[in-house]
Structure formats: C-alpha cells, structure tokens
C-alpha cells in the first residue's frame, strides 16, 4: 500500500519535476543559480524535517507522519501552480519537499519494520521500482498536459494536484501494527544490558534515548560527502536543453531516465540483500561518474538519451540500496530517527551541491560542463573507495 501512495504522488512530482527548468528559466526568466536555489532549499527543507518527523515518529507511531506529509506534498504543488514570480516557486517547493521531509523517514522506518533483516533490500527495491514507476507515468502526464493545454505552462501545472491529492486519501488505507512499548535495545553488540532493559522490568513512560552506533555513522558519513556532489536533476535537465533538445525531447529523456531506475531497482535491493551494500552502492557511483562526466563532454545527438539512461542505474543501485543499508545497522527502534539524520544530513548536502553547481553553470564558459565533469570524477573516487572497501558495514 506504501509503494502505491509513492507511486501515485511521485507520478504528481515528476509530472511537475521537468517543466520547473522551462518555468523557472524560460516563462519566469529566472538564471539557472536560482534553479540551483529552489532545489536546494526544497532539498534542505526535507532534510531537517526528515530528522524530527523520524525522530517523534519512533515513539507517536509512523502512519499520522505519512499522511501530513503526502497532504502537505499537494498543497505545495498547487502554490507552484499558482506562481507569477520565482519566489513563489520557491515557497511551493520548500513546502512539498516539507511534506516530503515529514513522510519519508516514517515511511522508510515502517516498511522497514515490515520485512526481516534479510529481506530489507528487496523491501525497499521493490517500493523504490514501485516510486520510479511513478516517475514514468508523470513526465507522460506532462506531455499530455502540455498537449491539451496548446502549451500553456501554467494550465499544466494544474494537473499534478489531482494525483497527489489521490496519494494523500490513499494513506488512509495504510495499516500500521503498532508493537508494545519495550526499552530500545543497545545497538552496540558488545555492551552489556542496562538495568532498564532485563525482559520482565516495568516499561519506562517513554523510551530511552539511544545513541546511534558509530558503524551508522561511518556509512552515513562516506554517503553524505557524496551527496555534496550530486546536485538537483533539475540542473541535467537544463543541460540536456542546452545540447540542443525540444521540450518533449527533455521530456522524454527524464522518462528513460526513469525507466531504467524503475527496471533497475529491485534487482539492484536482491543484490544488495547477498552483496556488501557498499559494492552494490559503489557501482552505482561508477554510473554516476560515467553519466555526469558524459553529459559535460558531448556536444549533443542520440549520445545525451544514452548517458541519461545510464544515470538512470545510479539511483536504482543508490536509493532503496542505501536506505536499506542505514536500516540494517540500526535497531527498530530508532530506524525513524536513523532514516531522518541520514536523510536530513543528505539534503542539506544536496543544498550545497546545487548551489555551487548553479554558480559554476552562470561563471563557467561551457555552461555545465564544468560542474558535470567536476562532479563525475569525485564520484569516480569516491566509487572507488567504495568498491575497494566492500565491507565497510559488515
């Protein structure tokens, strides 16, 4: 039912995803460093409300998050839908991806608690195939938006508030088996139970903070640092304008884009679940890196579809993979709170990659050819690492 909801709002998303660069760029006449702005703030936005939503859902129960979250997704889209001037673009993302922040954490924390260990990869595989699929359908919404609109933006924006209005009703049928009220285990293997946890004891009125362990934050450390360089799609999308593509051809590549992802995700969880994550992780870098430094390279032609559809395996061997991963290093009970400072520490980062990548791509002579190829070869090395330190989690 969760992959469902993500699907029916990420098909609202994406509808609207590929027309902000041609809102914000052409009809607003915005340059591309407030592109870099708005993603970024949105992104940063989530971030923070990733960490507090997971932290409150671990002990108030994860399905009220998801529903507020995906209610607040809708009325961003319709303030989006409504702008004359960039700023209230940015105002309508800040507030969906505040939605997004609110749900995604619970979400992640509750599918998680829904599978054992072994299964987490193909768990949140299957629900990243299931979003992705979503993203497939909503730049094809787009196209016929545009079409039964002769064109006209605004009108088109209008059509993503209906689907995710749908994902908002949809959460009512979600069903969370809330579990007894136990002390949260020591996440540390090797410490020895405290007082408060010998099965038997009165459950204390609320549960006990319990540090993150610190193979957490090894992992959650190496995966934010990349995070600082990979900045908003939304910016490849503007340079696969800038080789020369028509709208419907922009289009059309973010659906491959998000065919390939869709494809490539549950395959991507299985491996992930007899795999070390990190080589699972590391190659989708090694896409990443192939992609970027690609797309900064090439002058145009049937190329720019190929190299889109091969960033198109990063996410399906990063997204679910890595959110599966944070998952298996710590307890239940705080998967919430883990989910939301992994996620929150990752936006915040994607703000600083969008901001400098948008300051490079209005300073540098070939557009975004500088921060493409600046951001593929940190990729690479950081692919590397990865790969060469397989079982970094283990």
Same mark, same amino acid.
């Given at each position: 039912m969760l992959t469902l909801v993500s699907l029916t709002q990420d098909a609202a998303s994406e509808l609207l995803y590929p027309l902000l660069p041609l809102l914000l760029t052409g009809v607003l006449a915005a340059p591309p460093v407030v592109l870099g702005l708005v993603e970024g703030a949105a992104e940063v936005t989530a971030g923070l409300s990733r960490y507090v939503a997971g932290r409150w859902s671990d002990r108030r129960g994860r399905k009220v998050f998801i529903g507020a979250g995906y209610g607040l997704a809708a009325v961003g889209k319709a303030v989006v839908a409504a702008a004359t001037v960039w700023p209230v673009v940015?105002?309508?993302?800040?507030?969906? #991806?505040? *939605?997004?922040?609110? #749900?995604?954490? @619970? #979400?992640?924390?509750?599918?998680?608690?829904s599978v054992p260990p072994e299964a987490l990869g193909r768990a949140f595989g299957f629900? #990243?195939?299931?979003?992705?699929?979503?993203?497939?359908i909503g730049p094809l919404l787009g196209l016929l938006a545009l079409a039964a609109t002769d064109g006209d933006l605004h009108r088109a924006l209008w059509w993503p508030v209906a689907p995710a209005t749908l994902s908002a009703l949809l959460v009512l049928l979600v069903t969370e088996r809330r579990p007894a009220p136990d002390p949260v285990p020591d996440p540390m293997p090797e410490a020895a139970p405290a007082a408060s946890d010998v099965r038997g004891a009165p459950p204390a009125p609320h549960r006990p903070v319990t540090a993150l362990p610190q193979r957490f934050w090894r992992v959650a450390t190496v995966l934010v640092l990349f995070a600082a360089v990979?900045?908003?799609?939304t910016l490849v999308l503007l340079r696969v304008m800038e080789l020369g593509s028509s709208t419907t051809q922009v289009v059309l590549a973010y659906v491959l884009f998000n065919t390939v992802y869709t494809l490539g995700s549950y395959p991507a969880g299985r491996l992930a679940d007899t795999l070390p994550p990190a080589v699972v992780y590391g190659a989708g870098l090694v896409a990443f890196a192939v992609a970027y430094a690609g797309l900064g390279l090439v002058d145009g032609g049937p190329w720019v579809f190929v190299l889109v559809a091969v960033y198109g395996l990063f996410p399906a061997f990063t997204d679910g993979?890595?959110?599966?991963?944070?998952s298996s290093l710590v307890p239940d009970g705080v998967r919430g709170r883990a989910q939301g400072v992994f996620q929150g520490l990752t936006s915040g980062a994607v703000l600083v990659a969008g901001l400098w990548a948008g300051l490079l791509w209005d300073l540098? @002579?070939?557009? *975004?050819?500088? @921060?493409? /190829? /600046?951001?593929?070869?940190?990729?690479?090395?950081?692919a590397g690492w990865l790969l060469a330190r397989g079982r970094m989690a283990a």
């Open positions: 940015l105002v309508g993302r800040v507030v969906d #991806r505040l *939605g997004k922040g609110v #749900r995604s954490a @619970p #979400r992640d924390a509750l599918i998680a608690a629900h #990243r195939a299931g979003d992705s699929l979503g993203a497939v990979n900045f908003p799609d993979v890595g959110k599966a991963w944070v540098g @002579p070939g557009q *975004g050819v500088v @921060p493409l /190829v /600046v951001s593929g070869g940190l990729a690479a090395t950081c």
